[in-house]
């Protein structure tokens, strides 16, 4: 499990820092759920297409409902999809841009202490705390990697829950 390790620069933030143990968990499980979502899915194609062979050029009511919601469902999951995804990079965007701007604004403000030095001690004391905030990117991989792994799988929950909800529902698996 993920870390909260309190900052001990001046900003006085709790981040967040997942393990590279949880980070490859949360990967692996995206790609495990994008298999199980295309293996549904060519299982629904392949009973939809059987069907719609099978009923020829005209259709019984219950080959228009299925077809109907057919086209209805991936429209519903697509515009899902997109919603979460554009709303997770959107909100991850945001942080990153707020994040960065408070490490611009520190660096401002140490580089003014720096200049406003009295003293050769103070001097190296300040130049010391510079370069701890230029060391502290805002920027953490790890953290980046786990939101977006997070992301993703927000944005594949719509079209996996349907297919595989699909190709129980029509036997295929």
């Known amino acids: 499990m993920g870390t909260l390790t309190y900052s001990e620069d001046h900003m006085n933030t709790l ?24 293996n549904a899915t060519s299982q ?4 939809r297409m059987a069907r719609l062979a099978m009923a020829g050029p ?3 009511e219950r080959d228009r409902i299925e077809f109907d919601l057919m086209g209805r469902e ?3 999951a697509a ?3 997109i919603e979460a995804m554009g709303s997770g990079f959107v909100s991850l965007g945001m942080a990153l841009a707020m994040d960065t701007s408070k490490h611009i604004w520190a660096t401002s403000a140490a580089t003014a202490t720096l200049a406003s030095s009295q003293s050769a001690a103070q001097w190296f004391e300040c130049q010391a705390a510079l370069l701890k905030i230029a060391a502290d990117s805002p920027a953490n991989p790890l ?3 786990s939101s977006t ?19 129980e529902r029509l036997g295929a698996i």
């Open 15 to 38: 981040v967040f820092l997942p393990s590279l143990d949880e980070l490859s968990t949360n990967w692996l499980r995206i790609f495990t759920e994008t298999c199980e979502m295309l």
């Open 44 to 47: 629904v194609v392949k009973a």
């Open 58 to 60: 005209l259709l019984n």
């Open 74 to 76: 991936k429209s519903e």
């Open 79 to 81: 515009v899902e999809s």
């Open 143 to 145: 953290q980046l990697a």
């Open 149 to 167: 792994a997070r992301v993703m799988q927000e944005g594949l929950a719509p079209i996996h829950g349907r297919a595989t909800a699909n190709a």
